[in-house]
């Protein structure tokens, strides 16, 4: 009886992925860190002590090599870009690009394995705590698309002038096409972009701040 409570419980999947993003296997991850792609995708709640406020962080991040890319960025719930806090410079590629905080905002993050792609949207905001000051993250998933495929190989400099304008097809069970949410199909290409970028040293979803560079 105690085990079947536990097992009541657990998060479902749906709240995991909106949660923490795409559960990648130990060995994906590994895979990952052995070629050098490194990917924050965590969402974490910050107080602006003199605005008086709290606000979501995230950071665009990631990159690719020929076999593997993986990366993840925030935008606004209405799909449209972020401007970023900061841009982060670095001598090293594939890592963190920019930082990014808002009050609401939407995570893409995606994998990419040679052809096939992964993809979780989820958005989050804060929700206030009773009895508590600080709140914390609801999340919520609108999109989980499994095994999706491009006939492209956009990491090849050959085909760099289709980067950000393709997004992977993805299926449900029955072998029909699941459509993208119209309103993040843009960040979907610069995404896809991002994860067959190699040696990413920039950000691919983010704007600079005021129109700046």
């Not at 606004?76 to 090293?92: E, T």
């Not at 600080?134 to 495929?149: C, H, N, W, Y």
């Not at 997004?167 to 069970?173: I, L």
Request: net charge positive; aromatic share 8%.
């Amino acid at each position: 009886m105690k085990n079947h409570s536990k097992r009541q419980e657990l998060p479902s999947v749906a709240s995991r992925y909106a949660l923490h993003g795409l559960s990648l296997p130990g060995s994906v991850l590994k895979a990952l860190y052995k070629r050098g792609i490194h990917c924050t995708p965590s969402v974490s709640v910050e107080h602006q002590h003199l605005a008086r406020r709290y606000v979501l962080r995230g950071v665009e991040s990631g990159g690719a090599v020929s076999d593997m890319g993986r990366a993840c960025a925030f935008v606004a719930p209405d799909g449209s870009p972020l401007p970023w806090l900061q841009f982060i410079h670095s001598m090293a590629v594939n890592g963190r690009h920019a930082i990014f905080l808002a009050e609401n905002l939407v995570r893409l993050e995606m994998l990419r394995t040679v052809r096939t792609y992964e993809l979780a949207i989820t958005f989050h905001s804060t929700s206030a705590e009773p009895g508590q000051k600080r709140p914390r993250i609801t999340s919520k998933l609108l999109f989980r698309g499994q095994d999706g495929e491009l006939p492209f190989d956009l990491w090849k400099d050959a085909n760099k002038a289709l980067r950000g304008k393709l997004v992977p097809e993805f299926y449900d069970r029955s072998g029909e096409v699941r459509h993208l949410p119209h309103e993040f199909e843009e960040a979907i290409k610069q995404l896809t972009a991002a994860v067959c970028c190699v040696g990413c040293k920039h950000a691919h979803v983010g704007v600079p701040p005021y129109g700046g560079e």
